[in-house]
Structures are given as C-alpha cells and as structure tokens.
C-alpha cells in the first residue's frame, strides 16, 4: 500500500512564527499536493509539484512556499504564519507522469492531514 | 478558484437506503473521482471515470457521468452506517494533472 505520511497531526503556532509541515511518500510517486481544508469550501489547492525541484501554483498560493529536495519528500511552509491560515493541511501524491496520457494513473492517495491552529 | 459544486451539502438516511450525491463543474475535465473523508482524515479513493464514459460500477457505488451537462452522480446502495462520512468529487483538468474538489457531501446514516 502506498503511504502519505504527514510529520504532524496537530500543530499550534504562534502569528508571525515559521511553520514547516513536511510530508513523506514511500511509494515513488512523480507528483505531489498541498491542500487546505475549510469547512464548506472543501479541498483547495495550494501547490503541487510534478518533480524534484519543480513546483506549481495552485488556486490559493500567497503565504505559503513549497520545498522538493528529494522525490519523496514535500515540504510546506508558513514564512509568517496568520490567524486565517487556521485550517487543516492535506499532503497527496500520485503517480501520472507530465504528458502521460493515461488518465487512469492519476489517483490521489492522501495523509491523514495537519490540523494547524495560528494563534 | 472551486471548479465542483455538490449537492446536497449534507444527506441524512435511514440504513439499507440509497443515497445519491450530485456533482457539478465548470470546465473540461479529463476524469472526475470521488473520495470518501472520515472525520478528521485524510482522503480515500473511492472510483474514477474518464471522459469517455458514461457509466461505472465498483461493488455498491455507481457513478454516472455527463459530459454535456459537467455533471456526475455517485449513488451508495444499500448504505450502512459505515459509509457515514463526507464524499467529494474532484475533477482533473484536461491537459494536465490538477486535481480540483468540490465542497464535499456529508452523509450521515441511521442504524
């Protein structure tokens, strides 16, 4: 079984302070996500990355940076976290190649999230 | 910006019924899936369906799909008190690998 492994369950940070919340997938998958999760807005996408050392925009990027120094490891980070970054943060990876055109192979396999509060 | 909108936002059955959940997007999508949430998880994949289908079928799950309308319909059936938990539907843009979700369903059964 592939596993999305996210370093914390539940964080609390101070307004200002710098937050890493580091995930780890053990299955060689090209691809990985952040999302953020809020009640009633669902999944929203703050980056990906489709390689090591390649990052992309998602939907809701500002405030936050993204690290992929090694092909199973995607780190988010908070420069100064706010109070409306309260939220949980869900890590995914998949395994669909750039240009790959079998749509099959793009399924998301999650970790069991960071619930981060920003005091 | 959310490309999915589901309907109902929460559902409410009785065990052993069906329970239907609607989904609609914006744009073109090269598959849509739906996942399953716990409370306070992560993510499961439950079923995909390309494009160029109309129909799936995994165990007690069915999924329709229109393109014309962008819309698809997961249906549970015969539902249990397990599958209580939220359902999502995610649609991957055509061209490439983003993967965006709606808001999510909330479905809660009754023993």
């Known amino acids: 079984d592939v596993k999305v492994t996210q370093s914390s369950r539940y964080l609390v940070k101070r307004t200002g302070e710098k937050v890493f919340l580091e995930c780890v997938q053990d299955?060689?998958?090209?691809?990985m996500f952040w999302y953020r999760q809020d009640p009633g807005l669902g999944l929203r996408l703050i980056y990906f990355?489709?390689?090591?050392?390649?990052?992309e925009k998602g939907d809701i990027p500002e405030g936050y940076s993204v690290s992929r120094e090694k092909k199973e490891r995607f780190s988010l980070i908070l420069e100064s976290a706010s109070t409306n970054q309260t939220s949980m943060y869900l890590c995914?990876?998949?395994?669909?190649?750039?240009?790959?055109?079998?749509?099959?192979?793009?399924?998301?396999?999650f970790g069991a999230g960071s619930r981060l509060t920003v005091l | 910006s959310q490309q999915g909108e589901e309907d109902p936002q929460a559902l409410s059955i009785q065990e052993g019924e069906n329970a239907t959940m609607n989904c609609s997007y914006k744009?073109?999508?090269?598959?849509l899936q739906w996942y399953r949430q716990n409370s306070g998880r992560g993510l499961v994949h439950l079923i995909l369906?390309?494009?160029?289908?109309r129909e799936k079928h995994s165990g007690r799950l069915r999924v329709t799909l229109d393109t014309s309308k962008k819309s698809s319909s997961l249906l549970i059936t015969a539902s249990r008190a397990a599958d209580t938990a939220s359902y999502f539907c995610?649609?991957?843009?055509?061209?490439?690998?983003?993967?965006?979700f709606g808001a999510g369903t909330r479905l809660f059964v009754k023993a």
């Open positions: 995610a649609m991957v843009n055509t061209g490439g690998f983003k993967t965006i």
């Open positions: 990355s489709y390689d090591v050392k390649m990052k």
């Open positions: 744009t073109s999508i090269n598959n």
């Open positions: 995914a990876s998949s395994l669909w190649a750039r240009g790959q055109r079998d749509s099959g192979a793009n399924v998301l396999t």
């Open positions: 369906i390309r494009s160029n289908e």
């Open positions: 299955m060689d998958h090209e691809n």
